[in-house]
């Protein structure tokens, strides 16, 4: 994908929304300098026409650690009998998000945990309805698998926004990578038909992928992004696979950073107005500079996290992960200065989805 007749095609930008795989698969593959170079510029450009040049905000919160899953790439799996488990209580949650609202500014609270059924239905309706008492923000949730009547209750107690991850679109894959999954729970239907009640429930629904896992292809991840325009996402959210030394994927190796900036630069052009996080996933791979590099290629939300500085190293789904000897505050001013560095404004108001 050198000459310049090879380019012409994929760098033309398709506007009727038909991209297939086969126009996809040669973006994420290109490799040369100039070639990138040329490929962010498209994403940033699209970036700027459908979204603009604000980035928006979420805090986010990682209330537990404790998970009855087992997923094969992740470090607080059930297994990992290594880690420290630890869980936030109700009260201290409220306290949490009270502060990021409130003192640092942030306009989203974004609930992350484990799959813990240690925090029922009605714990969690309390914490979102406890939140919106106290302060003017949307509640985001990234709580893992509970049935569509549980997610109805967190809607109905005023939850606007989910975060679940379709992990990887290939169902052998998927499979592989979640035990007991092509049984009758947690199958990749499930997870799937989930994230389509999501949306119908009302949520603004995020979702993604790891990029670069294990047996994973260029296919895979064209797949990965049409998703996003099939069920009308409102967030992708993306990061490079990272190794956990104490998990069943030990030795494999990292995903790139590169590859993850292909994954967001092209998803940017082929999907324009949906949101798309420079995660933390991605800042690991390159702490200095590579939100920058992220929001510059197509990027244009960040996710700092809230969780007390005591926790942090305790919610390590990978290693190496950045901002575990930070305090929310430390996160909330590094976060204006990346912004701004990016040449961009942070984002006021909700940041509600642009998509509909
Ligand atoms: N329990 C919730 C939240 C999961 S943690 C849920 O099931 O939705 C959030 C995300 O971290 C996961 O969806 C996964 O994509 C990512 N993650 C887990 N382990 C990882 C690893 N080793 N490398 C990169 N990302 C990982």
């Known amino acids: 994908m050198t000459d310049s007749k090879g380019l012409s095609a994929p760098y033309h930008p398709k506007n009727d929304g038909a991209w297939t795989r086969e126009d996809i698969v040669p973006l994420l593959s290109l490799t040369g300098e100039k070639d990138l170079e040329k490929l962010f510029e498209q994403a940033d450009r699209a970036r700027k026409k459908y979204i603009g040049d604000r980035v928006h905000v979420r805090g986010i919160l990682e209330f537990s650690n404790y998970c009855k899953n087992d997923c094969l790439y992740c470090g607080i799996r059930r297994s990992n009998s290594n880690v420290t488990r630890y869980r936030i209580e109700p009260h201290e949650i409220v306290e949490i998000a009270e502060n990021a609202v409130n003192s640092l500014g942030y306009s989203t609270v974004l609930l992350q945990s484990g799959e813990d059924d240690h925090y029922t239905p009605g714990m969690i309706e309390e914490i979102i309805r406890a939140i919106l008492e106290r302060c003017d923000c949307r509640v985001a949730l990234s709580i893992g698998e509970r049935t569509l009547d549980e997610y109805r209750r967190f809607y109905d107690a005023g939850?606007?926004?989910?975060?679940?991850?379709?992990?990887?679109?290939?169902?052998?894959?998927?499979?592989?990578?979640?035990?007991?999954?092509?049984?009758?729970?947690?199958?990749?239907?499930?997870?799937?038909?989930?994230?389509?009640?999501?949306k119908s429930i009302g949520y603004q629904c995020g979702t993604g992928c790891m990029i670069g896992l294990p047996g994973q292809t260029a296919e895979d991840l064209a797949e990965d992004i049409l998703f996003y325009?099939?069920?009308?996402?409102?967030?992708?959210?993306?990061?490079?696979?990272?190794?956990?030394?104490?998990?069943?994927?030990?030795?494999?190796?990292?995903?790139?950073?590169?590859?993850?900036?292909?994954?967001?630069?092209?998803?940017?052009?082929?999907?324009?107005?949906?949101?798309?996080?420079?995660?933390?996933?991605?800042?690991?791979?390159?702490?200095?500079?590579?939100?920058?590099?992220?929001?510059?290629?197509?990027?244009?939300?960040?996710?700092?996290?809230?969780?007390?500085?005591?926790?942090?190293?305790?919610?390590?789904?990978?290693?190496?992960?950045?901002?575990?000897?930070?305090?929310?505050?430390?996160?909330?001013?590094?976060?204006?200065?990346?912004?701004?560095?990016?040449?961009?404004?942070?984002?006021?108001?909700?940041?509600d989805t642009l998509r509909k």
């Open 229 to 351: 325009n099939r069920h009308n996402i409102n967030m992708a959210g993306m990061g490079p696979f990272l190794c956990h030394g104490d998990t069943p994927l030990a030795g494999n190796p990292d995903g790139t950073f590169e590859m993850a900036l292909k994954m967001i630069a092209v998803t940017r052009i082929v999907c324009k107005d949906i949101f798309i996080s420079a995660t933390t996933a991605l800042q690991t791979l390159k702490p200095i500079g590579g939100r920058e590099l992220a929001l510059q290629a197509g990027a244009n939300l960040l996710m700092p996290n809230i969780t007390p500085k005591k926790y942090r190293k305790l919610y390590l789904l990978y290693p190496n992960k950045v901002c575990t000897n930070e305090s929310p505050s430390d996160c909330s001013s590094c976060v204006t200065r990346v912004i701004h560095s990016a040449n961009r404004t942070v984002g006021s108001g909700f940041g």
């Open 159 to 198: 939850a606007r926004r989910c975060l679940v991850r379709f992990e990887t679109t290939n169902k052998k894959l998927y499979e592989r990578l979640h035990p007991g999954s092509s049984a009758t729970k947690n199958s990749f239907e499930e997870r799937m038909e989930l994230i389509k009640g999501l």
